[in-house]
């Protein structure tokens, strides 16, 4: 079957920097997003790795593995505001969309 | 309208009646989605469609069905709604085909089924 982990839930401080992981197994792969989605609101896009590395957006990044079925979110210098799930989706070989059920990031003052 | 609206934006309904859950968007974009979200669980694809005129199924198709018969609108109707409906769910858009592309969502609807 298809598969996608995240942490459930996690917890840092305001200013600090949070790394969320996000581990696939599916068959095939096309692509990689990262959502971030806001309590009671729709998913937004953050980002999309396709090729391995690091894609640096502002204060986000996201990284990929394709040899390790591996990407992770890099959060810099977090505000408060960046309280919300963020949501590891891996496009598929029939190019549909397999989402993980989300990693709900807490921020601290 | 800017994007994707959805309506309603909440509804409580009996089990065994019909429901159907509206999506338009105004991005002109060619293909549209239907997800639930359901607490614990990442969002599960219902059905789609590549185009107007065409539709497919996703991964949890069984108890809906939806059209899109012009580009802007994809509704989504549940026959006979059952209990294990319940949810929040959430249409999307997105410009090229097949879900390679950025995914646009509506405000997404939560429906509870009694």
């Known amino acids: 079957g298809q598969n996608i982990d995240q942490p459930t839930e996690m917890t840092a401080t305001e200013g600090a920097i949070v790394q969320i992981n996000c581990t696939y197994q599916?068959?095939?792969?096309?692509?990689l997003f990262w959502y971030q989605q806001h309590a009671g609101e729709a998913p937004t896009f953050l980002s999309y790795n396709v090729l391995d590395g690091l894609e640096e957006k502002g204060r986000f990044s996201s990284f990929l593995s394709r040899s390790k079925g591996y990407s992770y979110l890099l959060l810099k210098e977090l505000q408060m505001k960046d309280s919300a799930s963020y949501l590891c989706a891996v496009l598929d070989s029939n190019y549909q969309l397999i989402w993980g059920a989300g990693t709900k990031l807490i921020i601290k003052p | 309208i800017a994007g994707i609206t959805q309506a309603p934006t909440s509804q409580i309904l009996a089990a065994g009646r019909r429901m159907t859950l509206r999506c338009t968007q105004d991005m002109r974009h060619n293909a549209m989605y239907w997800y639930r979200q359901d607490l614990g669980l990442g969002l599960r694809l219902i059905h789609y469609?590549?185009?107007?005129?065409?539709?497919g199924k996703g991964e949890v198709p069984d108890g809906y069905s939806v059209s899109r018969a012009n580009t802007d609108d994809f509704p989504l109707t549940l026959a006979s709604a059952v209990p294990s409906q319940t949810s929040v769910y959430f249409c999307?858009?997105?410009?090229?085909?097949?879900?390679?592309?950025?995914?646009?969502f509506g405000p997404g609807t939560r429906l509870t089924v009694l």
């Open positions: 999307a858009s997105s410009e090229g085909l097949a879900g390679a592309d950025t995914q646009y």
């Open positions: 469609s590549n185009t107007a005129g065409t539709t």
């Open positions: 599916t068959s095939g792969f096309n692509g």
